[in-house]
């Protein structure tokens, strides 16, 4: 599949690399396509990669993906041309973290929630017939391609309006390791997920780790 990346952070770094290792392509699009670090990470990667601009990505990619800094969200999306995404599968990796960084407890803040969410923002923000799924957004870029945890297998966390759009990215997270996928309904509950993240960094501050993760227990 041509996928389409938002945003050359370390998160989209690490999901080009995946989604590359599973046979995708993937071109990287940003503000800067010249940046040293994108460069070097071009270097590493086989043919199937490739960086532009936003809208050179969102043109590319049969499914994008976002994960921009909260703040510049809104400007990439408008820079990639809403009109490309357009019937397309988008894959929401946003938190709305205000920038501050951590309090004295570890615990960051969101410039959203409760009564709206980033996935929502997003869906809003794009045509009708895009399809917003949130994933990715609970745990930081170290385990997204997921690697084996001592305690088990944990759960990614999912939300969208569209059965068809879950399913693909079902089956994504699956070839990333990811094979505990909790479906939790509509894009309204990206209210209910993206704490998540909240939690998972501050138990990360608290404890100097970024090897965790959440689980579902079922009885």
């Not at 988008?90 to 980033?118: C, E, M, Q, W």
């Not at 990811?178 to 309904?185: E, F, P, S, T």
Request: glycine content about 10%; proline content about 4%.
């Amino acid at each position: 599949m041509k996928i389409g990346i938002l945003g050359s952070g370390p998160v989209g770094l690490t999901l080009g690399s995946g989604l590359i290792q599973t046979g995708h392509e993937v071109t990287i699009g940003t503000r800067n396509p010249a940046r040293e670090s994108l460069q070097q990470w071009l270097k590493k990667q086989p043919e199937k990669a490739a960086a532009g601009t936003f809208r050179q990505a969102a043109e590319f990619g049969e499914l994008i993906i976002i994960c921009t800094s909260w703040a510049g969200t809104k400007k990439a999306i408008e820079a990639a041309g809403i009109w490309n995404f357009k019937g397309k599968t988008i894959v929401d990796v946003t938190n709305p973290l205000d920038g501050k960084g951590p309090d004295d407890n570890g615990r960051l803040s969101f410039v959203i929630g409760h009564n709206n969410s980033a996935g929502e923002q997003i869906q809003a923000w794009l045509p009708p017939d895009a399809s917003v799924v949130k994933a990715l957004s609970c745990i930081g870029h170290q385990h997204m391609l997921l690697r084996d945890f001592k305690d088990g297998t944990p759960t990614m966390f999912i939300a969208g309006n569209s059965d068809n759009a879950k399913q693909t990215i079902i089956r994504l997270l699956q070839e990333f390791g990811w094979d505990d996928v909790a479906d939790m309904g509509n894009i309204e509950m990206s209210r209910s997920i993206e704490p998540l993240f909240i939690l998972w960094s501050a138990y990360g501050f608290m404890n100097n780790t970024s090897k965790h993760a959440f689980r579902l227990l079922k009885e």
